[in-house]
């Protein structure tokens, strides 16, 4: 029931859309008609009269006029036609455009956001680090330098302290 409810509000909404693009032709179309069909009136009266008058140039006239006509017609015929092609073409391009703009914008908003966690993300990780960072170099220059002399002075104690034994065994050698 549903779907078929969907399948009905689809297909009139197609439906309406083509019927008012009929409409708007008829309407755009009106006046350059009813124009032409003054116009049409008035060379009919023309014809008439020199039907009655001159026979032998109403007939040369009226094939001059009927070709002019015809070219006339299809000319105008062709631009109503290719304006009233190329206004549905815009607006199916801008109904297009409209409906792909929504979905841009939903796009560009949740990629921004993304990005912005993505930053915060980096910045918090590099925060942490260089905390971590200080930390450690603070405890070394506190704890870690000086524990590190010391060692080196123990080791020089203990080289300087063989290297004093030595001289005195050599001493002690030599003497005896």
Known sequence: ?????????????AWFKAVM???????????PFWEWRKHAVK????HRLFAGCFWPIYTWRKVTREAILQRQKAGM???IYMTAFTLTCFRCWAQWYRER???????????AAM????????????????RRSRGIREMWL????????DKNLD???????????????TRVVQVN
């Open 1 to 13: 029931m549903r779907r078929e409810l969907e399948w009905k509000r689809t297909v009139l909404r």
């Open 21 to 31: 693009n009929v409409v708007s032709v008829r309407y755009r179309c009106r006046k």
């Open 43 to 46: 060379l009919l009266q023309l």
């Open 77 to 79: 015929l062709k631009n």
């Open 101 to 111: 703009a929504e979905v841009w914008k939903k796009c560009d908003a949740h990629r």
């Open 115 to 130: 990005l912005m966690k993505k930053r915060q993300r980096s910045l918090l990780f590099w925060r942490r680090h260089c």
């Open 142 to 149: 506190r704890k870690g330098m000086r524990r590190m002399d």
């Open 155 to 169: 080791r020089l104690w203990r080289a300087l302290a063989v290297w004093r034994y030595w001289r005195l065994l």
